[in-house]
């Protein structure tokens, strides 16, 4: 599997979004940026819980390279939640989380993992495209803050990377056949922004991805929301935006360039 990766920050000069990959693993996690005026009981910062728990996946990821990828986040959790224990509140549901997603390359298999709202898309040689994303949190927007913050980690609400491993449980997972993929890209959501809202569709992000890289992809995203104004959609107008694009050498015949337009 080789791996095209970027991540760029969005309205701020922080990225709290993170991508890595290695010769068989690629994984990205999204950082979830504390509600306004929240006490979260915790010591650190969102940008701290993200490179803790990257480098354990990271590692977790060749040197147990056949385990399930759900006991591979667990792990991960539990190595960050045993990092800062004895300073922080691991109670408090506004302590640091974040999103992640997963795809790895394994005898023949590509094994992927999404828990919240990044992504995984994978398109097969037959041209179909698969995009799977865990949207339980999208299903609460029409709620405040203060309704959403119970909901976190529990069931009927919506589930994140924090400090509780039992999240790993609740992330989707499954497994293709390698032989069938052509390409496959892991996004956070502020990457996933030209399908999303924009009307974009997968092929058409994949296409520049490959042909153009995953900086075009970022630089569609930005122009696209610079046509926007402020406040038409919910969130920042300007999400940090990160992607890993993955090409896969047993299935290496490349594309021409398509003749469809690619930017909306």
């Given at each position: 599997m080789?791996?095209?990766?970027?991540?760029q920050p969005?309205?701020?000069?922080?990225n709290?979004?993170l991508?890595l990959?290695?010769?068989?693993?690629?994984l990205?996690?999204?950082?979830?940026?504390?509600?306004?005026?929240?006490e979260?009981g915790c010591v650190?910062?969102v940008?701290?819980l993200?490179a803790r728990?990257?480098?354990?996946l990271?590692?977790?990821?060749v040197?147990r390279?056949?385990d399930?990828?759900?006991?591979?986040?667990?792990a991960?959790i539990?190595?960050?939640?045993?990092?800062?224990s004895?300073t922080?509140d691991?109670?408090n549901?506004?302590?640091?989380?974040?999103?992640?997603?997963i795809l790895?390359e394994?005898?023949g298999?590509a094994d992927?993992?999404v828990?919240?709202?990044s992504?995984v898309?994978l398109e097969r040689?037959d041209?179909t495209?698969?995009?799977?994303i865990?949207d339980r949190?999208?299903r609460?927007?029409?709620l405040s803050?203060q309704?959403v913050?119970p909901?976190?980690n529990?069931p009927?609400?919506?589930w994140?990377?924090?400090?509780?491993?039992a999240?790993?449980g609740?992330?989707?997972?499954g497994?293709?056949?390698?032989s069938?993929?052509?390409?496959?890209?892991?996004?956070?959501d502020?990457?996933?922004?030209?399908?999303?809202?924009y009307g974009?569709?997968?092929?058409q992000?994949?296409?520049v991805a490959e042909?153009?890289?995953?900086?075009?992809?970022?630089?569609?995203t930005r122009?696209a929301?610079?046509?926007?104004?402020p406040?038409?959609f919910?969130g920042?107008h300007?999400?940090?935006?990160?992607i890993a694009?993955?090409?896969f050498?047993?299935?290496?015949?490349p594309?021409t360039?398509?003749?469809?337009?690619v930017?909306?």
């Amino acid at each position: 599997m080789k791996v095209d990766r970027l991540s760029q920050p969005g309205d701020g000069l922080v990225n709290e979004d993170l991508a890595l990959s290695g010769q068989y693993h690629a994984l990205v996690i999204d950082g979830a940026t504390a509600e306004p005026g929240a006490e979260t009981g915790c010591v650190h910062d969102v940008r701290w819980l993200v490179a803790r728990l990257g480098t354990a996946l990271d590692r977790l990821l060749v040197e147990r390279p056949a385990d399930d990828l759900r006991a591979i986040l667990r792990a991960a959790i539990e190595s960050v939640r045993d990092a800062h224990s004895g300073t922080c509140d691991l109670g408090n549901p506004c302590g640091p989380t974040a999103t992640v997603a997963i795809l790895r390359e394994r005898d023949g298999l590509a094994d992927y993992l999404v828990l919240s709202d990044s992504a995984v898309v994978l398109e097969r040689l037959d041209g179909t495209v698969e995009a799977v994303i865990d949207d339980r949190i999208d299903r609460l927007l029409h709620l405040s803050w203060q309704e959403v913050r119970p909901l976190r980690n529990a069931p009927g609400g919506f589930w994140v990377a924090g400090s509780d491993p039992a999240a790993a449980g609740q992330a989707r997972t499954g497994t293709v056949e390698l032989s069938r993929l052509r390409r496959a890209a892991l996004l956070t959501d502020g990457a996933y922004r030209l399908v999303e809202r924009y009307g974009w569709t997968w092929h058409q992000l994949l296409d520049v991805a490959e042909f153009d890289g995953p900086a075009a992809v970022v630089g569609e995203t930005r122009r696209a929301e610079l046509r926007t104004a402020p406040g038409h959609f919910a969130g920042k107008h300007h999400d940090d935006a990160t992607i890993a694009f993955c090409r896969f050498e047993t299935t290496a015949a490349p594309l021409t360039r398509p003749t469809h337009e690619v930017t909306k």
